[in-house]
């Protein structure tokens, strides 16, 4: 398989470099990209999409260079945007019609198939006929999946794609582009890491224009290793206690209360070391 690959990315917007010198390579699989507002994921993903160009550096696959043919780029690319939202007057295929034959598949019936074939993927068959307008926000979210997917894209991108959607939804979506990836490479932005956590293989962090990559996400998580500790109080020592370090969670039961707190020295006498998440391990990098 062909991998997708990035190579010395800059981008600037007048004075400000969003994206410094950076390098990637990928290969098929959900490939995380976590980083705070404003770090450069989006500019970064429609780089990659071929929407815009970097200031220099090349983006190619297999032999296929972005800066020769953007167009042949964009044919092997889907990108579901992060504020996807079309044609609120068309129903589900007519939107999905239409976009497939902007990426020119101008045979109607081969249209029709591939389309056919989507709405099953996506679990909206039995909507096909719906308003756009009328969906609720995670089948609007599979709609945007579907039309990313008409043409078989090599590459998909999809930016926060889970932002706003219920718990249910949430595990839907995750389990669809666990299916979409087997054979391709996605890319996925998100703020919630338990996106990354549910699906990712590898993850990196967008920071101050750089590229940190995790192949191994227990390599995020580990950044955090000896930090987290697990503290239980009753109700009246909560009142009293002092501790170093922030509370990452608490749960409140009626005899005691479960305290997670992220500190470099020991918390209290009584804390108890414990295995980090990920988003524990993020936090502590972006602290660093
Ligand atoms: N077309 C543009 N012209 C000028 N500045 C821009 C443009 N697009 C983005 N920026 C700036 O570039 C920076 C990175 O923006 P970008 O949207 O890529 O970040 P992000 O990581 O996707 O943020 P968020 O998580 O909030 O979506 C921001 O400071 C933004 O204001």
């Not at 815009?52 to 020769?68: F, M």
């Not at 709609?143 to 090599?154: S, V, W, Y």
């Not at 995750?174 to 996605?186: F, T």
């Not at 009246?236 to 969670?249: A, H, M, Y």
Request: positive net charge.
């Amino acid at each position: 398989m062909e991998q997708l690959i990035l190579q010395q990315i800059n981008k600037s917007y007048g004075k400000k470099q969003i994206i410094d010198d950076l390098s990637l390579q990928l290969a098929p699989g959900i490939f995380g990209l976590l980083g705070p507002n404003g770090a450069g994921k989006t500019t970064l993903m429609r780089m990659i999409a071929a929407i815009i160009r970097p200031d220099n550096g090349e983006i190619t696959y297999g032999k296929l260079k972005w800066s020769e043919h953007p167009e042949k780029a964009r044919q092997i690319i889907g990108y579901l945007p992060q504020d996807f939202d079309v044609l609120p007057q068309f129903n589900v295929m007519e939107c999905l019609d239409y976009v497939a034959q902007l990426k020119g598949i101008l045979v109607k019936k081969e249209r029709l198939e591939a389309i056919d074939q989507i709405l099953e993927r996506v679990n909206l068959q039995k909507h096909a006929k719906l308003k756009v307008k009328k969906l609720s926000g995670g089948m609007r979210r599979r709609l945007g999946i579907a039309q990313a997917l008409l043409g078989e894209p090599k590459i998909l991108i999809v930016d926060e794609p889970t932002t706003g959607l219920d718990p249910e939804e949430r595990i839907r979506f995750r389990n669809l582009l666990r299916e979409i990836a087997w054979n391709r490479i996605v890319i996925l932005s998100t703020h919630i890491v338990e996106d990354i956590s549910s699906t990712c293989s590898a993850a990196a962090i967008l920071y101050q224009g750089k590229l940190k990559v995790f192949k191994q996400l227990e390599n995020l998580a580990s950044l955090a290793n000896g930090q987290v500790w697990n503290l239980i109080v009753n109700h009246s020592e909560f009142q009293r206690l002092s501790i170093t370090g922030e509370i990452v969670s608490s749960k409140i039961f009626s005899d005691r209360i479960e305290l997670r707190i992220w500190s470099e020295q020991k918390p209290s006498e009584e804390a108890v070391l414990t295995e980090p998440t990920i988003e524990e391990g993020y936090m502590t990098w972006i602290k660093n």
